[in-house]
């Protein structure tokens, strides 16, 4: 038995480690374990599961987070589970699982169409059949029709199973149903979308959640023709009788007759097969295109941008339309409304005939109208047709012929292209587009609504507060009902996301009217479609005392955390607002939902719980202190007291202030969650108080622009794990010291006495319980003391976000707000002394491997560090070379950072006619060599040379430049001083460089990397062509180079929390060795995912991508690879066609056809992952020698071993430098360039590489590792070689060329052997283990395990036996999170 494994350390590999969360164990808290969960769960997701009361959810955290002991036993339940806890379980839960009822199959007879078969459930409801028909390539185009069944209408919302008489071989109708205006609008707007179904238009524009996949044309199809041929094969073979249960998805080409099948190293091989499949695969080997483009060959300096877009280089498809658009007799006349017209259209066809079209209620007719005169009679010899696509086939046959292929392809694309995404994903690079007629965007421009918003019936505007609230309020007992809560809710949010982006735009391009107008422009405040916008400005010096518009700007971002943090515990009967964070042109917005009439009165007869002025006065409500208490201890909020003017002292259980409004609908709200985490006081300096001495000798307390700054949660988290070590590390010693003292007081132990016999009498006089219990309690008072507990009878960190607060007066005891302020103290202290070097040992380690500044950022905030520190983190690592690296993308992120701050100032003082100009002129100062940019300013562009001239001139006596033209002024000079300024202020960092080009000189910084990354954060859309950085002669970029400013947006998405439980628990049970299980509780994850999200989100791209990590691991290359090419679409599509996890799904997707021996598609998947890679970083990167050494095993095997040395070079270049040359990676990296040169036949040189992977073997493993002894075979073989071929040699300057040359034994590498190193390279070793071994090791594990939970078991009944049972559970939650 052959079973996968994650590859070891000392392989150099670079494994993939899926570490279990706190979250990943198995409950029975909600009544259905995670297994009975799974027998619930159908492809519809409609099954029910009904719980007894007992088993209700409970809320907040508890909800989905499970103790280890129930973890340890749920994960090996099938084992050892005693039938005492299966009783137990019984009786503690009542599951009915209604199983679903078999699939079974109807007829459907549409119009034009011969009748087809259809599968369908009982469960589904008749609008899937209405979707179904709307999917398929012949029906796609109709839109206004009924279901018929026996001449009866079927409802769209009745399930299958109501219908009467409806069973296996039932026929249903498609009948053609007349149009009404809306519905004729609908189906325009359904042609619209079928014409524009295989272009990449709305993607590039950012338009109806369209988005970017290149995968397919990267491998020209490649990948999707062996999936379909395995489909059919698959098909074939079950259909003619195979069982599923013994064939595996490779089975068709796994036959000893297919050469290209992958082989077990077996040695009994005969000799007729090796010969038939030398034969088959030097067939293939020359059929593969090996040639790398030149811009990703090891040594190329420039880095070219057209690539990033490989569609330019597609065959453009033959127009089908030249224009269809409403026509401008809009609407019919009264008269004409009582024939039946209900609004005309103008098209223009492709052989330029012009046609006027009615719509009406039969359908779609031509009319004898034109542009000049109107005359609704249809034409001599018109036809009515039901469908506009129909009758546009039959005016024209270029349309008809055209639309036909424009179909097939849109139909031969993979599904995953096709669907929306749930946030709208933008590309900061584009071709060139054409402008062309589209009557839908036209119509979507000018109206408030979005989209399909229109057509919702009984509403004109959405009441977004209403609908977040109330799917909030939906049950949540049961599975079905939690699924069908998560998704309604995940729905609105992203609908509510859509609207507040293009509300905030409307709001900076002038669009919506402000309630206050007559207020300055940075004051005003606006409501459009029901949501309330506000811009990132301190209006009535509202923040004037924490640093003004900086606090301003800022404070959205940490009112948005604190909305993320309560909307998590999801608390019942506390609402929080709905909120989004839109960044677009230099402007912040913030949307929020409007609270039911907030604004029909004062905010301060409102606010009801609460301050408004900072402390001054302040509020509390009942019904507020009752919901609030509950979020305390998860939240980790120190319950305080302050000194009211009006009210004396006032209890709050959140932070200042956190506000509290009582709605009309009566529900009850809370906003202005900005503080809702401690403060950082390392960036808050505070008269009379000291820092801790490791945080002076940093240089801290460090003034910051303003006072808003907060401790991440991550941080919070951590900080407790470690009191909560040291609390019961304390506890444990105050114990055993008691209970030492105690028993050398009873008898004290002599020099003379046996120790031994000594211990055994001191354990036959334990002490009794009683006494047990008061040390226990002394125990914990003193642990509790020492770490700052809330309590002093149990382990309860908390924090008080007010304790610094500059105005608020606290009501308490001096000594205990004097611990409430070390405690946070200490927080601080904790991100300095333990966290930091956390990060920076786990980059030497190489477990964090960030490849460009999000990723930083990203790994930076995992450990609860603020990007504030990065400038001390970069000092720290500054003289490291094997942290180059890091060292490079920090500087990067805090020089884009900084240039960031001041294209923000700078675009707020662009007019709108100057953007695309002040933009270019920026990019030219920022990372153009020409050392005078000039901009072309708008005004000139209208007017003749000779007053450009007289303009210039003017203005250049004058000296004068207008405020809206104060961009026009920007010099590289001035640019650069500033970014130095601003990264010594903000980041406390000099960079010391003064031009772009000595920033790439000193550190080697990629334009290009940098340009990508300024571009993603700022939101500008660049012209894909290759931009000149280094000329002198010319700038780089003019205003025709920006096409777009898109959004940048934050926002708190809801998540599927039993999804969740699944996906942690599956990436637990791969990690124990249990694959199959692994991989049917990623697959019930994946099914849960998709109920919730839809079938495109990014949860459910890593599903995919684990399947597929588990189908390759057991041998289903071709499951994997469907997979795999599914977690690719969906992650180009949602995360970016260039982002770093989607580069790495390249690469996996890469190894998984090279099993499959789909070779040209493996090339050409590793080199769009390597340009992707060059874009994103550059050639000199750790990361980087993982695709360097794919693409050189693979180039080997097909025996390009020129090439293949290139790429294998450098990655042994790179992991020289950044792993140490003593390093296992460097010992892999030598024997693959050993390899490389002994099928060359130049053997000393691989002699040499091979003499260095022996050496290191021996060093770092051992003489007696297999690995030293591999090599040190490999070693003697290439030494013969050497030797013959240098006898060779002499004896032919010896003899001349009669000499008798005896062949040299050069072997073509096996793609098995080549397949076995990339498996390596990759993290995965396929270890031969018995079944025995293989239960061995889970037993090990297991047993390990079970010693560890009890342990931690006996640990909290040490420390907890004094406390009551709440302390227990207390402490249980803690532990779990600290594992």
């Not at 459930?121 to 899937?128: N, R």
Request: charged content about 25%; glycine content about 6%; proline content about 5%.
């Amino acid at each position: 038995m052959t079973n996968a494994v994650k590859a070891p350390e000392e392989e150099g590999s670079t494994t993939e480690v899926v570490k279990p969360t706190e979250e990943n164990s198995n409950s029975s808290e909600n009544g259905i374990e995670i297994n009975d969960i799974s027998e619930t769960i159908a492809h519809s997701g409609v099954q029910r599961v009904k719980c007894n009361g007992d088993s209700a959810r409970q809320e907040s955290d508890d909800s989905a987070i499970h103790s280890d002991d129930d973890a340890a036993q749920i994960a090996n339940q099938n084992s050892d589970k005693t039938e005492e806890k299966v009783e137990t379980e019984k009786k503690d839960q009542e599951v009915i699982i209604t199983v679903q009822d078999n699939l079974f199959t109807i007829k459907i007879n549409a119009p034009g169409v011969e009748v087809f078969e259809a599968q369908v459930s009982p469960q589904e409801m008749v609008q899937e059949l209405h979707q179904l028909l709307m999917d398929r390539e012949d029906t796609c185009h109709r839109t206004c029709f009924s279901l018929q069944y026996n001449g009866i209408p079927l409802d769209n919302f009745s399930e299958l199973k109501s219908i009467e008489g409806l069973k296996e071989g039932s026929e249903i109708k498609v009948i053609e149903e007349p149009y009404s205006v809306r519905e004729a609008r609908l189906h325009v707007r359904h042609v619209r979308e079928l014409l524009h179904s295989v272009d990449y238009v709305d993607a590039y524009n950012g338009a109806d959640c369209s988005s970017l996949s290149y995968v397919n044309i990267v491998t020209d199809g490649d990948v999707t023709a062996v999936l379909q041929r395995h489909a059919s094969t698959e098909l074939n073979s079950t259909s003619s009788g195979s069982t599923s249960g013994n064939s595996t998805p490779d089975s068709p080409t796994s036959s000893p007759t297919d050469p290209m099948a992958p082989k077990p190293a077996t040695n009994g091989e005969g000799s007729g097969k090796r010969k038939k499949q030398t034969r088959s695969l030097d067939q293939l080997i020359s059929s593969v295109d090996c040639t790398p483009p030149d811009c990703i060959m090891p040594g190329y300096k420039e880095c070219l941008l057209t690539p990033m877009h490989p569609v330019l280089k597609e065959p453009k498809l033959n127009v089908c339309l030249k224009v269809l658009t409403m026509s401008m007799w809009n609407p019919p006349p009264g008269n004409r409304k009582l024939h039946g017209d209900l609004l005309y259209l103008y098209a223009v066809t492709s052989e330029q005939k012009r046609f006027h079209i009615t719509a009406s209620s039969r359908g779609f007719y031509v009319n004898q109208s034109d542009m000049e005169t109107f005359n609704p009679k249809p034409i001599q010899g018109a036809h009515v047709y039901h469908c506009l696509i129909d009758l546009l086939g039959n005016i024209s046959p270029v349309f008809k012929r055209n639309f036909t292929a424009l179909n097939k392809k849109r139909f031969g694309r993979h599904p995953y292209e096709r669907i929306a995404t749930p946030f709208q994903v933008q590309s900061w690079s584009a071709p060139a587009l054409e402008h062309n007629v589209d009557l839908v965007r036209a119509e979507d421009s000018y109206s408030s609504r979005l989209l399909f918003e229109e057509h919702i019936p009984g509403q004109q505007t959405r009441d977004w507060n209403e609908e977040l609230s109330s799917t909030r309020e939906l049950p949540k007992t049961t599975l079905p009902e939690r699924l069908l809560r998560e998704r309604a809710m995940f729905k609105v949010h992203s609908d509510f996301v859509a609207a507040a982006t293009r509300g905030a735009m409307m709001v900076i391009d002038g669009n919506v009217m402000a309630i206050n107008p007559g207020d300055a422009k940075n004051m005003r405040m606006y409501i459009w479609n029901n949501i309330f916008f506000s811009l990132g400005f301190d209006v009535r010096d509202h923040y004037k005392n924490f640093g003004g518009n900086h606090a301003a700007f800022y404070a959205p971002c940490c009112d948005l955390n604190g909305v993320k943090a309560y909307g998590m515990l999801d608390t019942e009967g506390l609402y929080t607002l709905g909120t989004v964070v839109v960044d677009y042109r230099g402007f912040r917005v913030t949307a929020q939902s409007i609270i039911p009439g907030i604004l029909e009165r004062e905010q301060e007869h409102s606010v009801v719980y609460g301050s408004i002025d900072f402390g001054k006065t302040a509020q509390t409500h009942e019904k507020y202190v009752e919901l609030l208490e509950k979020t305390t201890k998860q939240l980790h909020v120190f319950p305080h007291c302050i000194k009211s003017e009006e009210k004396g002292s006032v209890k709050l259980y959140s932070s200042l202030e956190c506000k509290g409004i009582i709605g009309n609908d009566q529900r009850h709200y809370i906003l202005d969650l900005l503080r809702t985490f401690p403060p950082d006081v390392n960036f808050l300096p505070l008269e009379g108080e000291e820092l801790p001495e490791e945080c002076k000798r940093m240089g801290f307390p460090k003034k910051h622009r303003h006072r808003l700054s907060t401790l991440r949660p991550e941080l919070v988290e951590v900080f407790i794990d470690h009191l909560y070590v040291v609390f019961m590390r304390h506890c444990a010693s105050q114990i055993v010291n008691v209970r030492n003292k105690a028993t050398a007081e009873q008898k004290p132990i002599t020099d003379g006495d046996n120790v031994e016999g000594s211990v055994a009498k001191s354990e036959d006089t334990k002490p009794d319980a009683e006494q047990m219990a008061k040390w226990q309690q002394e125990a914990v008072r003193s642990a509790a003391k020492l770490v700052g507990s809330y309590s002093d009878t149990e382990f309860d960190i908390r924090f008080n976000p007010d304790i610094f607060s500059p105005d608020v007066e606290h009501d308490g005891p001096p000594e205990e707000l004097e611990k409430q302020k070390e405690l946070i103290k200490q927080a601080a202290r904790f991100i300095l002394t333990n966290q930091i070097p956390t990060f920076v040992k786990d980059c030497l380690e190489h477990t964090a491997m960030p490849t460009d500044g999000a990723l930083l950022s990203d790994a930076l905030h995992e450990r609860g560090i603020n990007v504030r520190y990065l400038g001390k983190i970069i000092k720290l690592i500054e003289k490291t070379q094997s942290l180059e690296h890091i060292h490079r993308i920090g500087l990067m992120e805090i020089v884009l950072r900084s240039t960031k701050h001041i294209m923000r100032n700078y675009l707020q003082n662009v007019d709108q006619c100057s953007v695309s100009s002040a933009v270019s002129h920026f990019l030219n100062c920022f990372l153009g060599s020409f050392p005078t940019p000039v901009p072309n300013l708008p005004e000139e562009e209208l007017i003749s040379n000779k007053k450009k001239k007289r303009a210039r001139k003017q203005r250049a006596q004058s000296g004068v430049v207008s405020q809206g033209a104060a961009w026009h002024i920007l010099t590289p000079e001035a640019l650069w001083e500033q970014i130095e300024t601003e990264s010594s202020e903000y980041y406390d960092f000099k960079t010391k460089v003064k031009s772009i080009d000595d920033l790439v000189e000193k550190h080697s910084v990629h334009k290009v990397a940098l340009l990508r990354r300024f571009c993603i954060t700022m939101g500008i859309q660049l012209l894909v062509k290759d931009y000149a950085f280094d000329s002198r002669h010319k700038s780089p970029f003019t205003e025709e180079d920006v096409t777009n400013l898109y959004p940048v947006i934050k926002h708190a998405p809801p998540r599927a929390s039993d999804a969740y439980q699944f996906y942690t628990s599956a990436q637990s049970k791969v990690q124990q060795g249990y694959l199959k299980e692994g991989f049917e509780l990623f697959s019930e994850a994946l099914n849960l995912f998709n109920n919730v999200y839809g079938a495109v989100h990014g949860e459910i791209a890593a599903c995919y991508r684990h399947i597929a990590r588990l189908n390759y691991m057991m041998g289903e290359h071709a499951d994997a690879i469907t997979n795999q090419q599914k977690a690719v679409i969906l992650s180009e599509r949602v995360l970016g066609i260039d982002n770093v996890t989607t580069i790495m799904d390249y690469i996996s997707l890469a190894l998984y056809c090279f099993a499959y021996r789909k070779i040209s598609a493996a090339l050409k998947l590793l080199y769009r992952a390597r340009y992707l890679f060059l874009c994103v970083h550059g050639n000199d990167h750790p990361e980087i020698s993982l695709v360097n050494s794919n693409i050189g095993l693979v180039l080997h095997g097909v025996q390009e071993y020129d090439l293949s040395l290139r790429f294998l070079e450098e990655a042994l270049k790179i992991n020289v430098k950044y792993h140490g040359q003593k390093s296992l990676k460097a010992a892999l990296s030598h024997h693959l360039v050993a390899r490389a040169y002994s099928c060359k036949g130049e053997f000393r040189s691989a002699l040499n590489h091979e003499k260095e992977t022996y050496k290191l073997y021996k060093s770092q493993l051992g003489e007696e590792h297999d690995k030293t002894k591999e090599s040190g075979e490999c070693l003697r073989h290439l030494t013969e070689q050497a030797v013959t071929l240098q006898r060779t040699m002499n004896e032919i300057y010896k003899n001349g060329s009669t000499a008798t040359i005896p062949p040299l034994q050069i072997t073509p590498p096996s793609m098995h052997s080549v397949l076995d190193l990339m498996n390596v390279i990759n993290g995965i070793i396929f270890i031969p283990l018995s079944q025995k071994d293989l239960e061995a090791i889970r037993h090990e594990v297991h047993r390990q395990q079970v010693e560890n939970s009890k342990l931690v078991a006996l640990a909290t009944k040490t420390t907890t036996s004094a406390t009551t049972a709440m302390t227990v559970q207390n402490m249980k939650e803690v532990d779990c999170g600290l594992d």
